[in-house]
């Protein structure tokens, strides 16, 4: 149940509430239905949006859905996780005419919504049927946006595919690693759920590459290997107090946020900080504002345009009264009594040739949580031991997303390609998805 | 401030936005509201004989929109009033009473038979009504009862109940014409040689807006079945316009006074039937979408644009646009002009040239240089106009006449003198 009111109201409430029918039909109507639209080109994976939009205002909802579907299956949880300001959005002819794109992701929300409570009604239909059985069996580690993407291109060529996963729950990063106010009611799940209707898939959850299954054991077995495994190690900070009480990942808090039954018993802090400047920065610090810290700052080390979460990010991080610090980086974590943090010290920076330096003027602010957003890394104990190809410390790919192992493609964030989106993720599980079928077939 | 006041065969108004015969003008009720709204008149809602016809208990009214739901298109199946004679006479009495100023004429439809139209038209009279009009228009219903549109489907029946009606009264006599028929010019002549003293055109244009795909019923429906209606609104401005310029260009009725109706929504529609001859305009259906409070925008844009264009009242703008309502054959075949897009004003919308490349003449790139760009090609345009009109930005790209040089798509000079196909030398007819 959405709950829209209450001391943690807006970790349970959308960000952006569902469009109702009128408010779809009203805003599908501003699109223009351009030739060889900009927004088609800015989607990584390329959803015809002008024909989904006039699908919606045609009053064929069902159909814009399945044109979603063809290029995107998670094209649900891209309507609301995608940074369409940066992408589709960015590129609508309306936002250069009128600085108003229409609202793309909303729409295919609307789509895609009426879609998945079809598909997860009684007289359930999934969108695709699976093509006959080639007797090719496929096995995906990782059941995150690209191998659930993966997964389900394979099924419909008739592969029969198994998928491992880390995690208690498939999703990856959708069930554990975004904004609960982006992704409220449970809806990663929902929508593996409707990933997984298609058939022909077989999930197996708990199972981990390099501790349950190694990657000699799954190339002996399968025909062909998707790895989609993410990062799966938080880069450690090695700033003096890392290990003081109240540090923390800010993955980690995001994940047991996301995970928990009852936020009063999670621990917040009166005053938090976050160390980093990317979208897990941003969704660490709203969600500490909306469990009740009474001051929350994120620092980062370099200027404002530097920060990978967009200029929304940013704004929707103010306006939950979060404090945006920019060019300062921690000197140390200051504790207190018990051993427990009790303030940060920044040092502000500046950037010049040789790149970021510090000032030597620095200030103590007080914290009794910090939080760490400094970025992930890929484990690549298991693919470096098996002689994977490795290039900036991630899987190295070719285009078509095949590794240096002829049985093994690979995607998402442990790629080295792309970015670290969602919708990344997906493209590249697809495009893998029909490179395997080619080798196979 | 220019002077809108119009005076119509005799019959004087403030302003030249009279309601046309219909829905909003059936009782007094409405039209003290669209008085006090400003309207410079009405035409009374259709009277017939008693019994009072009925109507439908049903939807009278189907649509069609575009974008954003805007009503661009109303069809309705709507007959004429239901009310009884009596209390439409005594109505109409008493709003002229107390509106002397603005203008009132009454539109009747009886049975084709003289003593009928003689005897309605004495009981107008001692309203004190302006005039009346005939509605020969209404192609629903009534004309199944062989009135309406079925009387001006038939030139020499119109002829005959005008005549009727002039020997009868002094009443200024309207003839409203409908347009669902091959050319208007006939039935026109028809009205002048009955002697009538003006038309009034266009009523609405036989429709069926919409099929229910659930029910497979027409829309309206009424207990699963339709009718044809009569649409109007928006949509069918252009044939209206068209219309209204060929009577006006007509030899033999060229003098004949026309009331323009058809789709008039503001003042710049107004504007067009009047430039094309008509004496004044009567409006329906932006009424039925907005409310009255809609001629406020009319009076005071038609105002604003004849001050900046200096035109001090009404007849120095109706019939200017006349003139160049020509036929095909006498075009200028040598005016050559080409698309220029405005790069400034471009969105990258890409329209124009999918539209060009796919139903046109593929005279308009999709890049340049590798990059999304749209050009006109000079040696494709044939100057057709249709990127224009799909363009969503206002004057991104406009038509730009060529005077001089060769035009690169024939790589013939730029002809400066006129030169029609009469005397074109691919035509087998020339004249010279």
């Known amino acids: ?441 | 401030m220019a002077d809108l006041s119009n005076d119509f065969i005799g019959i004087k108004s403030p302003n030249p936005f009279w309601l046309a015969s219909a829905p909003p003008t059936d009782k007094a009720y409405n039209v003290t509201r669209a008085f006090e709204a400003g309207w410079g008149g009405v035409v009374w809602k259709t009277l017939g004989e008693d019994p009072h016809i009925v109507n439908v208990n049903g939807p009278r009214y189907g649509v069609v929109h575009s974008a954003d739901r805007r009503l661009i298109g109303l069809n309705n199946i709507e007959l004429i009033t239901d009310r009884p004679l009596d209390i439409n006479l005594e109505e109409i009495k008493q709003v002229k009473r107390d509106w002397p100023d603005r203008a009132m004429v009454v539109s009747l439809m009886v049975p084709c038979e003289e003593p009928n139209w003689k005897s309605i038209l004495k009981r107008v009279e001692d309203t004190g009504a302006d005039g009346v009009e005939l509605n020969f228009g209404c192609p629903h219903g009534m004309s199944e009862r062989g009135m309406g549109s079925s009387v001006g489907q038939v030139p020499e029946y119109i002829e005959m109940v005008t005549r009727w009606c002039k020997e009868a009264t002094d009443m200024p006599v309207i003839v409203k014409l409908t347009p669902n028929i091959n050319d208007i010019r006939y039935p026109a002549r028809a009205a002048l040689a009955g002697g009538a003293d003006a038309v009034s055109l266009i009523n609405t244009v036989s429709s069926i807006v919409s099929v229910n795909l659930d029910t497979m019923s027409p829309e309206p429906s009424i207990d699963g079945k339709g009718s044809h209606g009569g649409y109007c609104g928006p949509a069918v401005k252009p044939i209206a316009l068209n219309m209204v310029a060929e009577i006006a260009r007509d030899s033999e009725t060229a003098e004949l006074p026309i009331s323009g109706i058809g789709g008039i929504s503001n003042w710049r529609d107004a504007a067009e039937f009047m430039a094309l001859g008509a004496g004044n305009v009567q409006v329906c259906t932006a009424a039925m979408t907005y409310g009255f409070k809609v001629v406020q925008e009319m009076i005071t844009g038609l105002e604003q644009w004849m001050d900046e264009k200096g035109h001090t009242d009404l007849q120095s703008i109706i019939g200017k646009a006349t003139p160049n309502v020509t036929d095909w054959q006498y075009l200028n075949l040598n005016f050559v002009s080409k698309a220029v897009i405005d790069q400034d004003k471009c969105i990258q919308c890409g329209r124009c040239h999918v539209v060009c490349e796919d139903t046109s003449h593929q005279a308009i790139t999709q890049s340049v240089d590798g990059k999304r760009h749209f050009q006109v090609i000079d040696e494709e345009c044939v100057g057709c106009n249709l990127c224009v009109s799909v363009c969503p930005v206002d004057e991104c790209i406009t038509m730009q006449q060529m005077t001089s040089g060769v035009d690169p798509r024939t790589n013939s000079p730029i002809n400066s003198e006129y030169q029609n196909w009469t005397t074109h030398p691919n035509n087998p007819m020339a004249n010279s």
Not at chain 1, 323 to 346: F, Q, T
């Open chain 1, 1 to 441: 149940m959405q709950q829209e009111t209450g001391p943690f109201a807006g970790l349970e409430t959308d960000l952006h509430p569902p469009l109702d029918g009128h408010e779809a039909s009203v805003e599908a109507d501003r699109c223009y239905f351009c030739y060889d639209a900009p927004c088609v080109t800015a989607c990584p994976t390329g959803i015809d949006i002008p024909l989904f939009i006039r699908q919606i205002q045609t009053g064929n909802p069902s159909g814009s859905a399945k044109t979603i579907f063809d290029e995107n299956i998670l094209g649900g949880m891209c309507a609301r996780v995608c940074p369409t300001e940066t992408l589709c959005e960015q590129a609508c002819v309306r936002q250069t005419a009128e600085n108003k794109p229409v609202s793309i992701g909303a729409l295919q929300r609307y789509a895609t919504d009426h879609a998945l409570r079809n598909e997860l009604s009684e007289s359930k239909t999934h969108p695709y049927q699976r093509a006959k059985p080639t007797g090719k069996k496929v096995c995906v580690i990782g059941a995150g946006p690209s191998g659930l993407s993966c997964a389900h291109r394979l099924a419909r060529y008739g592969h029969a595919v198994t998928i491992f996963d880390a995690g208690d729950k498939p999703g990856g990063l959708n069930e554990y690693g975004i904004a609960s106010y982006k992704t409220t009611n449970n809806f990663a799940q929902e929508e593996v759920e409707f990933v997984l209707g298609i058939g022909g898939i077989t999930l197996q959850t708990g199972v981990r590459l390099g501790v349950d299954l190694s990657l000699q054991e799954v190339t002996d077995q399968y025909d062909a290997v998707f790895l989609g495994v993410g990062l799966d190690s938080v880069n450690k900070s090695n700033i003096t107090g890392s290990e003081l009480t109240g540090v923390a990942d800010a993955v980690e808090f995001i994940a047991a946020l996301r995970q928990s039954q009852d936020y009063s018993s999670l621990s917040i802090g009166r005053r938090v900080v976050v160390i980093g400047g990317g979208m897990t920065a941003i969704d660490a610090a709203v969600q500490a504002s909306m469990l009740g810290a009474e001051d929350v700052m994120i620092a980062y080390r370099r200027p404002r345009e530097k920060m990978n979460a967009s200029v929304y990010e940013q704004q929707l991080a103010q306006t939950h009264g979060v404090k945006i610090k920019h060019s300062v980086r921690p000197v140390k974590i200051i504790a207190g009594d018990d051993n427990a943090v009790a303030g940060v010290e920044l040092e502000y920076t500046t950037e010049g040739e040789g790149g970021l330096s510090g000032t030597d003027e620095s200030f103590v602010e007080n914290a009794d949580q910090v939080l760490m957003a400094i970025g992930q890394a890929f484990d690549a104990d298991a693919a470096e031991s098996f002689g994977l190809a490795l290039s900036n410390k991630r899987v190295s790919v070719d285009a078509d997303r095949k590794t240096s192992h002829e049985k093994i493609w690979a995607g998402g964030d442990c790629i080295d390609a792309g970015e670290d989106l969602t919708v990344w993720a997906v493209q590249d599980g697809k495009l893998a998805a029909e490179s395997i079928h080619r080798s196979l077939t």
